[in-house]
RNA sequence: GCCCGGGUGGUGGAAUGUAGACACGGAGGGCUUAAACCCCUCCGCCUUUCGAGGCGUGCGGGUUCGAAUCCCGCCCCGGGCACCA
């Protein structure tokens, strides 16, 4: 498989592998990426989301940490104390299910892939501090893990309720909403469905309105599309409660509901409950309970990607009773039906068929009246079927009428809360994270079930809460953890009173672990806490975060709320945990993903070893902007190879000249040009763009090596071009300076060199092509002065030959100039 | 269905008043006993008297002296959400 070294036929061969195996040893000696290194200079955090131990790496890795690599080193160069840390997300069900397949032990399939992939990113020359090294399965750090959950719990933001919630019957356990794609596990793609089971959860929508507000401050610096998926998730919107009054078998009861269309109250015709609601079942007259059961049963059988089919006739039953409109008094219908949402809102509607397509739909489909309140202009919905939910004015709704919508929305707001029956209202679409898991590797929940206390913490003198080794036992997922079979873990004393007691068997959720990891790795070792918070504030928030969208409402949404939380503790300075989000694209292969089980997969350490660390990290970032995805089947590999070499064999060629201190005005200008270039570029991340430009300056000092220019102009040149490239391909740059002359054994390695300036004096340029045309037509180029004037420049132009060819004897009519780089002459 | 993003040579992609930088790929040439490596030239489409001319950035309009870029309407591709009241 390895290609036989590229042989450049004259003075120096260039073996990128000989190249790696010379300098990593010499790195590694070095120690040149340790945080604080730089006393006095300014911090700077920058954070590639740490990777989950699967294997080895693989080109994914690849591209998202060479990208990272590139804006770390940047920094490094421009002087700054960089923060660039590495861990694993340790915790989680690949790791189990893994190693039931093996007949392993999680943890020792983890803590190998780790070396593994520890080794891989050595090799790949990551410029990590890896003495800040973290696993998130570590004892010392879930500690910590568990001592934020019970931070959380003594806020109340950290609750047990049972619920309807989320359920994969492969993976035997329950997920958030977050991880139900599509209405399939986010992990394994089965069909999720619905189990009702007493949960954990994190109280993430008291922090709705700050998510969502404390976004300003991410606009620009994050992606727009995530800043607006985090948007949509959150899914603020804002309307008013309603108290209807049920009358019921037992009395009448009240019963809110949730309603952005308060102005529609007065087209209200029916009542709608959820099915699977429990209020459902409260309100149900006695003569339809079983005619409600059956329905009932029908809409739990259905899969969730079933229930969500958006064509699917609507259904539901009439639960024999009626619902008093506060306004009006009228009384309507209400029916049970699934196409209302049991956890959005209050689980209850009031149905509005003329204004809303659902109700619309529902009316028909049972027959039940449509009365229009808002005149639209448009033509009526109970003859098109088509509600109209625009703007209009207010009809056949006594005090509202003559209002327009926003006006009787306010107006309807005003009369309920008179009444006492109702008032404005927000509700959002995003629920509470449920966060316990039924599998064994996970962080436990440090709590105590007590027969007479109830729920009682683990004291934090008493943490962490180990995971027991249970090596050798059925790891199997049964619906309970597994940690509920091992009954010498799970029988432990009450903290409280002493008594028999039972520990909670769940496990968190590897979304909490990876909530806080960016705060441990400022002080990895601490022990007084979760982190030295003075630390924190020294490198916090991550200048630079770099990672995949599909996170952009799993961990960036957890992260930024644990975030808030800490804030809101005083323990962590900013309300923003990453300050800027770079989302590198992914790397697919003929068009397509990559993946194992269809064999449409090109292996990294294939790729690394046929061409080598550096040619493979230049081919990820030269194949295109870095938030794009990269067909590995267009870029080549090899070409990247043979502009490494030719910057070796420039180096090796000017590391041979004689020393002298000739000059040459046009090498220092392009050197000008190409740094001034590659800063802006670089600092922009175009590092597409910012590798075109050291090919250009590449060929350019080949050309003045050839040419004889002057020796020193030279030097420099390739010294700045090795300075920039050590940033994009560390190898070839380091022996590039190496034969520059320069002792890296002593410690002169380009990675500890300052990256260059251009000086301003040589980017002025002498003369600008100043283009001439004719009606929007370029006809002709002028060379002219930069500083050259407006009427001069006008002269010039007229008196083209191009020009006076093309006018052909016609009148000019207005000549619009624009020195010193374009003239329009406008013909009558 | 709703909300985003995007359509530029054979390919990846540059370009905010010169469309196609930089590469890949292709053609031709130099070096070589030969090949590889390396170096040079050319490659959007059409016409051409070789001077140049016409057409071109998904399609159709518009604004402007000037539009790949801004606006309107389509078409296609990708992504997010999906009964959220």
Not at 471 to 478: E, M, T, Y
Not at 608 to 627: H, Q, T
Request: aromatic share 8%.
């Amino acid at each position: 498989m390895t290609q036989a070294p590229v042989e450049d036929g004259t003075s120096d061969r260039y073996d990128p592998h000989a190249v790696q195996d010379r300098w990593l040893p010499v790195w590694d000696r070095l120690d040149l990426f340790r945080a604080g290194r730089r006393a006095g200079a300014s911090k700077m955090y920058v954070l590639d989301m740490f990777p989950y131990p699967s294997g080895d790496l693989h080109m994914g890795h690849a591209e998202a940490f060479g990208i990272g690599d590139v804006v770390a080193r940047y920094w490094m160069r421009r002087g700054y104390d960089v923060l660039h840390p590495i861990g694993w997300d340790s915790f989680g069900l690949p790791a189990e299910n893994a190693a039931i397949k093996r007949g392993e032990h999680p943890a020792t399939w983890t803590y190998q892939n780790i070396d593994t992939q520890a080794e891989s990113f050595r090799r790949y020359a990551v410029s990590f501090d890896w003495s800040r090294r973290l696993h998130t399965s570590d004892p010392e750090y879930y500690r910590w893990t568990q001592w934020l959950f019970l931070r959380f719990l003594e806020r109340g933001l950290a609750y047990r309720k049972s619920s309807a919630v989320n359920w994969c019957p492969n993976d035997q356990t329950v997920l958030a909403n977050e991880q139900v794609v599509g209405g399939r596990c986010e992990r394994c793609g089965a069909e999720v469905t619905k189990r009702e089971l007493t949960q954990w959860y994190f109280r993430i929508t008291e922090y709705a309105d700050r998510l969502l507000d404390d976004m300003a401050q991410l606009e620009g610096r994050w992606p727009d599309r995530v800043l607006l998926m985090q948007k949509n998730w959150i899914g603020r919107s804002t309307g008013a409660h309603v108290d209807f009054l049920v009358r019921t078998a037992d009395g009448d009861r009240a019963v809110t509901v949730f309603t952005t269309r308060p102005d529609t109250l007065y087209g209200a015709t029916f009542f709608v409950v959820a099915a699977d609601a429990p209020l459902a079942e409260q309100l149900c007259a006695p003569a339809q309970r079983e005619a409600f059961e059956a329905y009932r049963e029908q809409v739990r059988k259905l899969s969730d990607i079933d229930r969500q089919s958006t064509d699917r006739p609507k259904t539901g039953v009439d639960l024999g009773v009626v619902a008093v409109n506060p306004l009006n008094g009228e009384e309507l219908p209400v029916y049970a039906a699934d196409y209302v949402l049991a956890d959005y809102g209050t689980g209850a509607i009031m149905a509005v068929p003329a204004h809303d397509q659902r109700d619309l739909d529902f009316a028909r489909e049972l027959g039940l009246p449509v009365r229009v309140v808002v005149d639209t202009g448009e033509a009526d919905p109970a003859d098109t079927g088509v509600a109209t939910a625009g703007d209009g004015v207010l009809v056949n709704s006594g005090p509202l009428d003559g209002l327009r919508k926003e006006e009787a929305i306010a107006k309807a707001v005003e009369v309920l809360g008179e009444r006492g029956t109702g008032q404005s209202a927000v509700n959002y679409r995003l629920r509470d994270w449920l966060l316990s898991r039924q599998r064994f590797w996970g962080c436990p929940i440090p709590v105590v079930h007590c027969p007479s206390c109830g729920e009682v913490p683990v004291p934090d003198d008493q943490l962490p809460v180990r995971l027991p080794d249970m090596r050798g036992a059925d790891l199997q997922p049964k619906g309970q953890s597994p940690l509920a079979s091992n009954r010498e873990w799970v029988e432990t004393a009450c903290p409280s009173c002493g008594g028999a007691a039972e520990r909670d068997t769940d496990t968190m959720d590897t979304f909490v672990d990876s909530s806080w990891y960016f705060l441990r790795y400022c002080s990895p070792d601490h022990e007084g806490g979760p982190f030295d918070i003075e630390k924190v504030r020294e490198w916090m928030p991550v200048a630079q975060y770099v990672g995949g969208v599909e996170h952009a409402i799993l961990h960036l949404l957890y992260a930024r709320f644990f975030t808030k939380v800490l804030h809101d503790m005083g323990l962590v300075e900013p309300v923003e945990p990453f300050a800027a989000l770079l989302n590198q694209g992914q790397v697919i292969l003929n068009g397509s993903a990559m993946s194992k089980s269809t064999g449409n997969l090109v292996e990294l350490g294939e790729e690394l070893a046929r061409y080598g660390v550096d040619a493979v990290r230049l081919s990820m970032v030269f194949a295109g902007p870095p938030e794009d995805d990269i067909d590995w089947a267009d870029v080549s590999p090899t070409g990247s190879v043979k502009y490494l070499a030719r910057v070796a064999r420039l180096a090796a060629d000017v590391g041979a000249l004689p020393p002298s201190d000739a000059r040459d005005e046009e090498v220092d200008r392009a050197v000008a040009r190409a740094v001034d270039e590659a800063t802006r570029l670089t600092e922009s991340h175009r590092l597409n763009v910012s590798v075109a430009r050291f090919m250009e300056l590449t060929s350019a000092l080949r050309k003045g090596v050839d040419g004889g220019a002057g020796a020193a102009s030279l030097r420099d040149g390739v010294e700045a071009l090795a300075v920039m490239l050590s940033c994009y391909a560390p190898y070839t740059a380091e022996e590039a300076w190496s034969r520059l002359g320069h002792d890296v054994d002593a410690g002169d390695s380009v990675h500890d060199a300052t990256w260059p300036t251009a000086d301003p004096a040589l980017l002025v340029q002498q003369s600008v092509t100043c283009v001439v045309q004719v009606a929007g037509k370029v006809r002709d180029r002028l060379e002219v002065p930069p500083g050259i004037g407006e009427d001069e420049l006008r002269e010039l132009a007229l008196a083209s030959d191009a020009v006076r060819r093309s006018l052909d004897g016609r009148a000019v009519r207005t000549v619009v100039v624009r020195p010193p780089k374009l003239v329009n002459v406008v013909p009558t």
